[in-house]
């Protein structure tokens, strides 16, 4: 009879648990949940105190019968799913299902996947907490609720196949609103002024701006003109010395936000890989909101430094976690032997780990010295000055090892360089004074990671749920991850030197992103929707108090059922109330105008593959009256900001674009984007391509394009029989024949040589071998 059982969520943890437990214990993996709420059925019971309903999913009945059989062999079994509210519910489905006996059920837990770690967990082994099961599963019903009941109204306002949730319709208004707040923006103007001093050792220089922006290019001449005959001195030299601190620890969203600015990498990216680094044993859990560490790791951590660096390098530092839901008996994210400075893994992973190793060495470091030098230029005859500020680093501390980074623009732009030695009273000579036009900056769009640390400043989510959320409005396409094209504009220079003054005017491209989010029609359209109908789900500070509520179910001080019950009692009226409601247009649609040509009204809406530009209104009553026209929106196009010009310009399309071989040439817009038609073949148009003025020659050379690829693509053909084909492929060349593929084999030096016998022989060949069945991959 097996003595130990030991059941974990994943099988790269069950093998790393397993190298350090003995003969007596078998591991095992459950692949995450192993029953849920049923995928398309409500299954919450309202009138039975909100029961949820569980079931086993197909996929993951055979598992269950191993862990039965399993369970059944074992004298103890060890449910040892992380230590969060969704590996406490994991252990309870897996103690229900499994009916496993309470009196050879123990629960474990460990925030690292290390021998000392897992043995010291089975020294003290608990029971499941229940509370921290009720807390996951009040999530669950509650977002099962808010998802179910309002996804059948979208679909019946906006359009099919849309749904809502509780977390993820919050973060797509913080999206919404921002994108809202940039379109509205108003750009000022003002002059930033820069001059060169040169010291009385006639070779030294001195850059320095001047204290007030100047509003106008007038403002900016005048105050050139007072400086050609000023002289300049400088006034006052103040110098302080400024302490630097380290941050702390990693918690899951300054991980999140610091992988993203120095690695580029998304929030769900870093989530698989720290992921993979802890069932590797290689740092703590990575789902937390602590920036504790242990006893153990601050030993450790003094030992590296001290090893590595001096005594003066060192400063005992204790966190304390702010967050009233995090517990300090969690940790925040370390490496498992701060002793490692490398580990061997992928590029990414190997990355990911330095840089948790870097934060934790350097929250237990001293604090960087600096000394900030601030020296001011008297202007004679204006009360404005010149300043210059410097800064040196007089001991580096932390510095050493890590510094944070920063979503700031403005912060990335400042730069505190050296400053020379110079005295009070010293005379300066004035090189050129430079007067530049700047602008106020719109306020900067979310990145996956300002979004997580928005979230997270407004309580809503947990480190659980920032990765799931930003992939679930991504995938929905309430929000795009991408590129904005930016607006070339103006600015001026007025440069004074040599006692003249010179101006010029400059180009440069403003309001470009980089892969930042931005709301697609359809987010902002069930956005509005939903602000408009269900305000109090969209409330930041509702969302916020929910969490907390969830935060109190896991503390023991509230019944879970009380506060589903408080919510749908409020929600379900409105839900009911809303579906009821009768509107003229339909829900996102916006009139523009009408056509000057015809007179016939013009709007945008949303229509079933996204947004559309219509022309015309429907008439039930009249049978006889032409149907309204519609017309895709272009790239870049939205129905919030599109004129009626732009509007209109859409029913150009599909337009003849010219003639060539003797076929027509036409541009149009399909479902999958824009595109050109020619001898019955369909060629997409790329994005800096607009369908409305592609010339016949940029059509021709797409054309040319897709032919070349064609022909690239196809090896052989073979006149008796037309249904065979050699390819190119993705993975290689291979047979294409009555509607079938077969692999060409690697023996094969030159396809093409390949004569039709011998490719039948191929085919038959395959056919006559059993097929396998396909593997299924397991949900985790």
Not at 274 to 282: F, H, K, T
Not at 407 to 419: F, M, Y
Not at 524 to 531: A, G, H, R, S
Not at 651 to 656: E, I, Q, Y
Request: aromatic content about 8%; overall charge neutral; some cysteine.
């Amino acid at each position: 009879m097996q003595k130990n059982l030991v059941i974990v969520e994943s099988p790269a943890k069950a093998k790393t648990i397993e190298k350090f437990l003995g003969k007596d214990f078998k591991v095992m993996s459950s692949y995450g949940h192993i029953r849920d709420l049923k995928q398309k059925a409500f299954s919450v019971d309202i009138h039975h105190n909100y029961a949820p309903q569980y079931v086993v999913p197909d996929d993951k009945k055979k598992v269950v019968d191993s862990l039965k059989a399993e369970a059944g062999k074992a004298q103890v079994v060890w449910l040892a799913s992380d230590e969060d509210r969704e590996g406490e519910a994991i252990s309870w489905h897996l103690a229900e299902v499994l009916k496993l006996d309470t009196a050879k059920t123990k629960r474990i837990v460990f925030h690292e996947i290390t021998r000392e770690a897992i043995l010291r967990a089975i020294s003290t082994p608990r029971s499941i907490d229940l509370h921290l099961v009720d807390a996951q599963q009040a999530r669950r019903v509650l977002d099962r609720i808010v998802g179910f009941e309002l996804s059948p109204i979208l679909w019946r306002k906006v359009k099919p196949a849309l749904s809502a949730g509780r977390v993820q319709s919050v973060a797509v208004r913080l999206v919404v609103e921002r994108e809202r707040e940039i379109n509205n923006f108003m750009t000022e103007a003002s002059f930033r002024v820069i001059a060169d001093f040169i010291l009385p050792d006639g070779t030294t220089y001195l850059k320095a701006e001047l204290n007030k922006r100047l509003k106008t290019s007038e403002e900016a001449t005048a105050f050139l003109e007072s400086c050609r005959d000023a002289s300049f001195r400088i006034d006052e030299i103040v110098t302080r010395p400024v302490k630097k601190s380290p941050a702390p620890p990693f918690t899951t969203s300054t991980l999140q936000q610091e992988a993203a600015r120095k690695l580029g990498y998304s929030v769900s990216q870093t989530m698989m890989i720290a992921q993979r680094l802890y069932e590797s044993g290689l740092i703590t859990y990575m789902r937390t909101d602590s920036v504790n560490l242990s006893d153990l790791a601050l030993g450790t951590t003094k030992e590296a430094i001290l090893n590595t660096y001096s005594e003066a390098y060192y400063k005992f530092r204790k966190y304390t976690t702010k967050s009233k839901g995090a517990q300090e008996a969690h940790e925040a994210i370390r490496p498992t032997y701060i002793g490692n400075e490398g580990i061997t893994g992928t590029a990414q992973e190997r990355k990911l780990y330095e840089l948790i190793r870097k934060r934790t060495m350097a929250c237990q470091m001293a604090d960087a010295e600096l000394e900030r030098t601030t020296i001011s230029v008297d202007i004679s005859g204006l009360k404005e000055k010149f300043v210059a500020t410097g800064e040196v680093i007089v001991f580096d501390g932390f510095l050493q090892v890590y510094n944070e980074s920063s979503d700031d623009e403005s912060e990335k732009e400042q730069e505190n360089g050296l400053l020379p030695a110079v005295s009070v009273n010293d005379l300066l000579a004035l090189d050129k004074a430079v007067a530049t036009e700047r602008f106020t900056q719109r306020p900067p769009r979310y990145t996956e990671a300002s979004l997580v640390r928005r979230l997270e400043e407004l309580g809503i989510g947990r480190p659980s749920t920032y990765a799931p959320t930003i992939q679930t409005i991504q995938n929905r396409e309430y929000v795009l991850k991408g590129d904005k094209e930016g607006v070339e504009r103006s600015y001026r220079i007025l440069t004074l030197q040599n006692r003249k003054i010179t101006k010029k005017e400059k180009k440069e491209m403003a309001g470009s992103d980089r892969s930042k989010l931005m709301p697609t029609d359809t987010g902002v359209v069930v956005n509005d929707f939903l602000m408009k109908y269900f305000p109090s789900v969209l409330d930041y500070n509702f969302t916020a108090s929910v969490e907390k509520e969830f935060d109190v179910i896991a503390e023991g001080e509230m019944e879970w059922t009380d506060v589903i019950d408080r919510f749908y009692k409020v929600f379900h009226p409105i839900v009911e109330q809303t579906a009821a409601v009768k509107t003229e247009h339909k829900v996102g649609e916006r009139e523009l105008g009408a056509d000057p040509k015809n007179g016939l009204p013009v709007f945008v809406k949303i229509g079933r593959f996204g947004p559309v530009a219509q022309m015309g209104a429907a008439n039930p009553d009249d049978k006889n009256a032409p149907k309204p026209q519609f017309a895709s929106l272009l790239k870049g196009q939205s129905i919030e900001t599109i004129t009626l010009e732009e509007a209109v310009r859409l029913f150009d399309l599909p337009r003849t674009v010219g003639e060539y071989e003797g076929l027509t040439v036409v541009a149009a817009i399909g479902r999958f984007g824009p595109f050109v038609r020619h001898d019955g073949k369909f060629i997409s148009i790329p994005k800096d391509i607009n369908p409305l003025t592609i010339t016949i020659e940029e059509a021709i050379e797409l054309i040319g394009e897709k032919r070349k690829k064609e022909a690239e693509r196809i090896l052989k053909t073979f006149d008796n029989e037309p249904d065979m084909e050699l390819l190119n492929g993705r993975f290689g060349p291979y047979i294409s024949y009555k509607g079938k593929n077969y692999k060409i084999p690697r023996t094969v030096k030159d396809p093409k040589e390949l004569t039709f016998e011998e490719v039948m022989s191929i085919v038959n060949s395959a056919e006559e071998k059993p097929s396998t069945p396909k593997k299924v991959a397991r949900k985790k």
